[in-house]
């Protein structure tokens, strides 16, 4: 027996599920882990999406996954963007995949590219608003974590080729909820120290999340307001953040930073005596000019053969000869006296050299310097580098305190 009902062909009720999905799932954001996935020859990427209940087919041409950072591959966790298609002849649906993060950090992501938009609008990036470093800093100040990599490869750049630096740290978090507000912390309290020429901050190598701090908008106000120039040293050559694009110099590494806020000893006694050099050619290119005006003047006067005239040339040319002479043995003298000034400051900069004078430097167990008795508690090991020797004691207790 048949029954006289309305029908349906497959075809109009895929067609119809099809414009009522396609409608409904325009522009989605939807997170998953990648499997089954293949980059075919085309440049097209085929994958399934799935979490512990569901798997969902996807597909990405050619023409969005170009800019992708990243090498997706099966086990990734990714978060997509895209729409929802329906293939007809199949009655299948998939996700059409526009955008593709990793993760955990495309939140971060996001948020680094909107910061960065909006301080490049308010023109927070512009080389105008860079501030010059100063050839020759006499006080680093330094802000990081005291017991970071970052420090200890900084100091020990600046010590090797910069002992005549002054090292001025600002321990400080950098990485967690409160880095941010202790960097900006830092920076005020060291740009308030006096006779600080130069600062630079950062911390060694991490993931987005670890060193995130240096992208919070608190932090790059604090680095465009500082009043003494700012060296940004953070992470490894390849991680750029925001307070690398405002600071007044960005530097590949920490160490890189050491490298290029001091010139070295080494240098600085090469260009003293390039300009003692330079200084000694011009006063003999001038006193060569002086020698063949007095020629010339000399040959005049034997042409003129007035006698008394020749006699009052050679007289005055004897006064200003003297004149001469007394003046170049005067610049000679103050040159010479800039030279041996500036070699004594380098010696009394040179940390070797206070030591022999009986001067000691104390260390925590660290290896920190302790410029405070403050900074050691009683019982504290710490060391004492006396010359070349080192002692190690224990701390009992601070005399001027008790007495």
């Known amino acids: 027996m048949s029954l006289n009902r309305p029908t349906i062909s497959v075809s109009k009720l895929t067609s ?10 325009q522009n989605i954001w939807i997170q998953g882990e990648i499997s089954n996935f293949k980059h075919h020859s085309s440049g097209h990427m085929y994958f399934t999406l799935k979490d512990q209940d569901a798997e969902l087919r996807c597909v990405m041409f050619r023409g969005f996954n170009q800019g992708i950072q990243f090498k997706p591959e099966d086990g990734m966790d990714v978060i997509l963007q895209g729409k929802i298609t329906v293939y007809e002849p199949r009655g299948q649906y998939q996700l059409m995949v526009q955008n593709m993060e990793p993760a955990g950090i495309g939140t971060l992501f996001l948020a680094f590219e909107a ?3 909006q301080l490049k609008l308010e023109g927070l990036f512009d080389n105008s608003l860079k501030k010059q470093l100063p050839r020759f800093p006499k006080k680093v100040g330094i802000v990081t974590s005291q017991t970071g990599a970052a420090f200890k490869d900084m100091t020990q750049v600046l010590n090797r080729r910069a002992p005549y630096v002054d090292i001025v740290l600002r321990p400080t978090l950098v990485q967690g909820v409160n880095a941010a507000n202790d960097i900006v912390e830092a920076i005020k309290e060291v740009s308030l120290i006096n006779k600080v020429d130069v600062l630079i901050i950062g911390r060694g190598g991490g993931s987005l999340e670890d060193l995130w701090a240096f992208n919070e908008e608190v932090v790059a106000r604090a680095i465009v307001t500082c009043k003494i120039p700012i060296i940004s040293a953070v992470g490894h050559e390849t991680d750029v953040t925001i307070s690398d694009m405002v600071a007044d110099l960005r530097a590949p590494t920490p160490s890189a930073a050491a490298e290029i806020v001091a010139i070295s000893a080494e240098d600085l006694k090469q260009k003293i005596n390039q300009q003692k ?3 000694f ?3 003999q290119f001038k006193l060569n000019k002086i020698w063949q005006t007095f020629d010339h ?3 005049r006067l034997t042409l003129q053969k007035p006698q008394n005239i020749i006699q009052r ?3 005055n040319n004897n006064i200003l000869f003297d004149r001469l002479l007394l003046s170049m043995n005067h610049l000679f003298a103050i040159s010479k006296t800039k030279a041996i000034s500036i070699n004594k400051e380098l010696n009394i900069l040179n940390p070797s050299d206070i030591l022999k004078r009986g001067y000691s430097i104390i260390y925590n167990s660290s290896g920190a310097i302790v410029r405070k008795g403050q900074d050691l508690k009683e019982n504290d090991l710490f060391e004492a580098q006396i010359g070349q020797d080192r002692i190690e004691a224990i701390k009992k207790r601070d005399i001027f305190k008790d007495n």
Do not use: A, G, M, V
């Open 16 to 25: 119809q599920l099809k414009d009522l999905i396609e409608s409904n799932f």
């Open 115 to 117: 910061l960065k938009k």
């Open 277 to 279: 050099n330079i200084l």
């Open 281 to 283: 050619k011009q006063f």
């Open 297 to 299: 003047l000399t040959d």
């Open 313 to 315: 040339q050679k007289e």
